[in-house]
Nanobody, 117 residues
Framework: QVQLVESGGGLVQAGGSLRLSCVASDIIYSMWTMKWYRQAPGKQRDWVATIGTGGTTTYADSVKGRFTISRDNAKRTAYLQMNSLRPEDTAVYYC???????????WGRGTQVTVSS
């Protein structure tokens, strides 16, 4: 059973930074597209960023220029570096993996990020 485990969330003041990590088990990591999503209280889960198997990255407009997604295939880990955090970035952040050319997808359980003003 594949597991995705997020870490790195916490409480930070506006303008601060956090780095989230997502470690995957039991997959050939280089063959999986990795994404980050977030869900604020009472709102839907929104896509934040994607990194493809070749390292191509895309971002939601709301985080472009502030967040950076990266991956280390040897460590089976995806990262989300979050800078210039704002109170509206407060949410539970989820890691998502999708198999390249296949049907398998997995979600992590999430990590809470709280940005105080």
């Amino acid at each position: 059973q594949v597991q995705l485990v997020e870490s790195g969330g916490g409480l930070v003041q506006a303008g601060g930074s956090l780095r989230l990590s997502c470690v995957a088990s039991d997959i050939i990591y280089s063959m999986w597209t990795m994404k980050w999503y977030r869900q604020a209280p009472g709102k839907q889960r929104d896509w934040v960023a994607t990194i493809g198997t070749g390292g191509t990255t895309t971002y939601a407009d709301s985080v472009k220029g502030r967040f950076t997604i990266s991956r280390d295939n040897a460590k089976r880990t995806a990262y989300l570096q979050m800078n210039s955090l704002r109170p509206e970035d407060t949410a539970v952040y989820y890691c998502y993996a999708s198999q390249l050319g296949g049907p398998r997808t997995y979600w992590g359980r999430g990590t809470q990020v709280t940005v105080s003003s």
